[in-house]
């Protein structure tokens, strides 16, 4: 089947985040690449089962039945090897909300909890409104991908007494997919030391590469581990919301729940509940269309910015692409303003994703091809003038 990935529609008047005006900078003609969001319609599967949803007309309370607990255990069969068992699976609002009930309730205010930054940066925010003492092990970039410091990881560790490892799977903003011997060395380091981890994994099935689920590693590994996984990021429906807790371990998921009910945190909604499950039984055939497109549209960007100021780094995974744009020796500031004012795109500024930040940008790629050429050219017209 034919999916339609080219269409520009017109999102104003939805009250879509991506297509607010700028806080600094509003500007109506900025073309937005920044916030994660897709400028695609979702798989008519999935539309399908969210207009029968609403033709019911009746949108009470709802509870995840066999069916979707079903779906959820066969996709990650199929995905990605890992045979999940439906009593590690909590349904939650979120993966963010998910991950403060689980960082709540598994540890105390004033503990340790590492990241490796550059890194999402509402994990820096999540971490300083529940009063976590915040640990950065740096990621090291080799020239061609980012690679964690293992020395530099475990030292920390140590001399810090972690309690948590946040950790991104596949990485945003660095668009790494982690290799099986990568999380074999940061999973010892973790059993080692009795580091429990929280894996964000809501970017696994948008991978140009195998996804391996941190808990599938092994048994030890799955009972340190608390995963969060979602269908919101791979078809485009944050805005309806909704992620699953995987918890192998029964206390730590005992622990977690019953900090989700502490903060009245419900589960996912009606029409939540009716895209995941069309997602997960008939999303497949669109999900391997829309990456196919990404892959062009990431190499779109890489052949146009070849010999230019701007390096981008090819990720293996996600649809956000890391802009080395150092070489244009410009300040963060000015950085943003160039792009912004003098290009007309509007990107996330790297310095928010914290230590490594500095210099780059994040370029989300997942809208129609006129769009992004448009954007590039934009910003190939203004690179090599003297903006200064």
Known sequence: MQYDFDTVYDRSGTHSLKYKSHPHYPNETLIPLWVADMDFKTAPEIIDALRKATEHGIFGYTVPDEAYFNSLLCWNQKR???DVKEEWVTPCEGVMSGIAAALSALSAEGDAVLIFQPVYHLFDHVLRDNKRRIIVSELQYDGKKYVIDYDDFERKVIENDVKILLFCSPHNPVGRVWSREELARVTAICLQHNVLIISD?????????????TASLSDAVADITVALTSVTKTFNLAGIQGANLIIPNGKIRALVEARLRAQCSGGPGIMSLAAAKAAYQHGENWLDALLGYLQGNIDYVILSFAGTKIKPIIPQGTYLMWLDCRNLGLCDKELE???IKKCGVW???????GKGGSGFMRMNVACPRATLEKAVHAILQNTESNWR
């Open 80 to 82: 990605f090897h890992f």
């Open 201 to 213: 994994e809501i970017h696994s099935d948008l991978t140009f590469q195998p996804h391996i689920p």
């Open 337 to 339: 303003e160039f792009f």
């Open 347 to 353: 990107m996330n500024s790297g310095y928010i994703f």
